[in-house]
């Protein structure tokens, strides 16, 4: 059992920048695969970024070039730095785990608000 513990959601203006952290409670570094999904009002839930357990990210066409996610090991920690934030990155972040191995050990954040409004 992973309990994945999300901080830095709120309000921020158009073109501002917000860091979440996902922090887990136990070790992430080498058996988990790590993500961000995010979900808008109405709308289905999507990947925004995703880091691998071997350093490998991935991200929607929608935010890259402007996402950043990355990992401390040494912290259990994973952020993701959204920066050049619009309107339609309004939604809830979830931070994602998935074990490389046993694909059915997956956890999830308890989800934080982002809202990109002037």
């Known amino acids: 059992q992973v309990i994945l513990v999300q901080s830095g959601g709120g309000v921020v203006q158009p073109g501002g920048s917000l860091r979440l952290s996902c922090v887990a409670s136990s070790s992430i570094s080498m058996m988990y695969d790590m993500a961000w999904y995010r979900q808008a009002p109405g709308k289905e839930r999507e990947l925004a970024a995703k880091?691998?357990?071997?350093?490998?990210?991935n991200y929607a066409d929608s935010t890259k070039g402007r996402f950043t996610i990355s990992r401390d090991n040494t912290k259990n920690t994973v952020y993701l730095q959204m920066n050049s934030l619009a309107p339609e990155d309004t939604a809830a972040y979830y931070c994602?785990?998935?074990?490389?191995?046993?694909?059915?050990?997956?956890?999830w954040g308890q989800g934080t608000q982002v809202t990109v409004s002037s």
């Open positions: 994602y785990a998935n074990h490389i191995i046993v694909r059915a050990l997956e956890f």
């Open positions: 880091l691998t357990a071997n350093g490998e990210t």
